[in-house]
T-cell receptor
């Protein structure tokens, strides 16, 4: 398996623009997680899905953030409008169970100017 | 609140020296415990996991961790550090019977000095 695939690897955008991050989980993994990593706050869980259904989105910082999983092989995280404080590395991860080992993608480094 | 504490945001060791990265958790229920490693510009990779079998768990790259219930600790060790071990290390805990996501510590950056 190719592992968890995220795109793009780098995204630079201006404040106010819409940003869409993409993730393809490992086939057969029922759980998908979106994390944000910053120097100040470390690794934060934003939202996770089970069988394409959002289970807990309490980590989503505000209404500007939204995530979808239209099918078992694809998920998006959207920020609209983006702000400089959203600059971070965003990781997608998948697993068989919530407490199974997580398989992480290589992340998307987002810079909002 | 359930939490994971990694003592020391940065640890520096000499090449060949013992590596000790500390992790403590708050839980009254035996948890699932993990260590992950993150190399620059990459995602996290699983180093090892504890799932209530042997208390001493061996992982990849010569790392091991010991679960001590009385101390609520799961410290990561390696007898002899290599330059290639320089990375960020994260302790993660699943606090319930398995139905909740992992809680990660804030990470410890390991530097290895030649």
């Amino acid at each position: 398996d190719a592992g968890v695939i995220q795109s793009p690897r780098h995204e630079v955008t201006e404040m106010g623009q819409e940003v869409t991050l993409r993730c393809k989980p490992i086939s057969g993994h029922d759980y998908l997680f979106w994390y944000r990593q910053t120097m100040m706050r470390g690794l934060e869980l934003l939202i996770y899905f089970n069988n394409n259904v959002p289970i807990d989105d309490s980590g989503m910082p505000e209404d500007r953030f939204s995530a979808k999983m239209p099918n078992a092989s694809f998920s998006t995280l959207k920020i609209q409008p983006s702000e400089p404080r959203d600059s971070a590395v965003y990781f997608c991860a998948s697993s068989l169970q919530p407490n199974s080992p997580l398989h992480f993608g290589n992340g998307t480094r987002l810079t909002v100017t | 609140a359930q939490s994971v504490t990694q003592l020391g945001s940065h640890v520096s060791v000499s090449e060949g020296a013992l590596v000790l990265l500390r992790c403590n958790y708050s839980s009254s229920v035996p948890p699932y415990l993990f260590w992950y490693v993150q190399y620059p510009n990459q995602g996290l990779q699983l180093l090892l996991k504890y799932t209530s079998a042997a208390t001493l768990v061996k992982g990849i790259n010569g790392f091991e961790a010991e679960f001590k219930k009385s101390e609520t600790s799961f410290h990561l060790t390696k007898p002899s550090a290599h330059m290639s071990d320089a990375a960020e290390y994260f302790c993660a805990v699943s606090f319930s019977s398995g139905n909740t996501p992992l809680v990660f510590g804030k990470g410890t950056r390991l530097s290895v000095i030649a």
